[in-house]
């Protein structure tokens, strides 16, 4: 069991980091603990952020706010919803996946993990929305980055580079996000009844039009029983195309997607605001692996190759969902199956793509890395990156990689 630290302020921080440099102590950092993504760690020491808590600057008119890292996703989002305001990368609620129920967690794991939504492709991920960043390194010297304009942002893009590095170049203690206003309207035109590469087809063909869509997601019929939607047939597989922006534009655009995709107008209903929100939360939120006691992951492939990969795969019946106009695949499978799952990793990797363990039982996350890319030379500049931050590999060692 390891000894938890909970610090209230920056300064406390750095104190006990540099404690634990000096004496080559391991700390694995942690925000509200609502996840547990990544190899399994065992650390002497546990530095626990939670209380490190509160929005300290939220400027509407300037679209930005600066909370502290333990800062829960929830209170920042309830701030924003008063001026009518919202994070555009949409971040995922992982409390669903891990534990069945609503649980965001802190916006410092939310940057440490680069969690993004379905609105990724179109909005980018939560990396592009992040302008600044305080925190503490690995030798307990404070490490600040960007500011809170675009503007202020000169030479190296630091921010960038701590998002998705999961605890393992900083302790964060203070975060500043862009912010945009909500959208008016947003609907949701569904093609049922199709197969995956049809599904693929009509991604591509509406990114090439002027509708500007946010977001495109497949469904196979056998994981769409969670949706509770009066206005959504789940007996079938469901093909999702979101448009956002004002109504009017909203109500225009989606009768020019009817247009373009006429020889589909037999199968095709469309989800109004209120029921078009809800489905894309539900998808952010990963519900269709609610709590689940499966391993998940998250595969990244050139759509081109979406189907062909998941083709390869059809006699193991996979349950799966695919995201981000097929850029995105989740998939669950069995924990015990460990020869599908290294089949999944090379044949990811073989198709220029990459793997991310995002749960998994223990005995997993320990022999397995959950991260695999096409490229080590990605892998190799990530050590020489971590060595500069943390020379003494003291901060969530082994979280990415295997002796690092």
Request: charged share 25%; aromatic share 8%.
């Amino acid at each position: 069991m390891s000894e938890i630290y909970s610090p209230t302020s920056e300064s406390e921080v750095v104190d006990f980091i540099k404690d634990c440099n000096s004496q080559e102590i391991p700390i694995e950092i942690k925000g509200h603990n609502t996840k547990s993504i990544g190899r399994l760690i065992q650390c002497a020491k546990s530095l626990h952020l939670k209380n490190l808590s509160g929005i300290i600057e939220y400027f509407p008119e300037e679209l930005y706010i600066k909370v502290k890292a333990g800062t829960s996703l929830e209170l920042i989002e309830a701030e924003l919803d008063k001026k009518n305001q919202e994070l555009s990368f949409e971040p995922s609620d992982m409390g669903f996946l891990y534990n069945g129920r609503s649980n965001k967690g802190s916006v410092g794991g939310a940057v440490a993990c680069n969690l993004s939504g379905s609105r990724r492709f179109r909005a980018g991920a939560l990396r592009d929305h992040i302008l600044g960043f305080r925190g503490v390194n690995g030798k307990g010297e404070i490490v600040k980055s960007g500011g809170t304009v675009v503007k202020n942002v000169t030479g190296y893009d630091v921010s960038k580079l701590i998002t998705g590095s999961y605890g393992t170049l900083v302790a964060l203690t203070e975060i500043v996000l862009k912010v945009q206003p909500k959208n008016e309207e947003t609907q949701t035109l569904i093609v049922h009844n199709i197969n995956l590469k049809r599904a693929l087809d009509i991604f591509s063909k509406a990114m090439q039009t002027s509708v500007e869509i946010s977001g495109a997601c497949f469904y196979p019929a056998k994981v769409l029983k969670f949706f509770k939607l009066n206005d959504l047939d789940t007996s079938m597989s469901i093909t999702a195309i979101r448009l956002e922006g004002p109504r009017i534009s909203v109500l225009e655009r989606i009768n020019n997607l009817k247009k373009v995709f006429d020889e589909y107008k037999k199968t095709i209903s469309v989800l109004e605001h209120y029921q078009s929100r809800i489905f894309w939360k539900d998808t952010t939120d990963l519900q269709f692996f609610n709590n689940s006691t499966n391993v998940v992951l998250k595969i990244i492939l050139p759509p081109i190759h979406t189907d062909q990969f998941l083709n390869k795969f059809e006699n193991d019946e996979l349950k799966y969902v695919v995201d981000w106009a097929g850029n995105l695949i989740w998939i669950e499978i069995p924990e015990n199956d460990s020869v599908l799952f290294r089949q999944l990793r090379t044949e990811a990797i073989k198709l220029g793509g990459h793997m991310t363990v995002i749960k998994a039982p223990n005995h997993v996350r320990i022999k397995e890395d959950f991260l695999t890319t096409v490229d080590e030379n990605i892998r190799v500049l990530s050590l020489k990156i971590k060595e500069s931050f943390d020379p003494k590999k003291i901060l969530n060692p082994g979280k990415m990689y295997s002796g690092a």
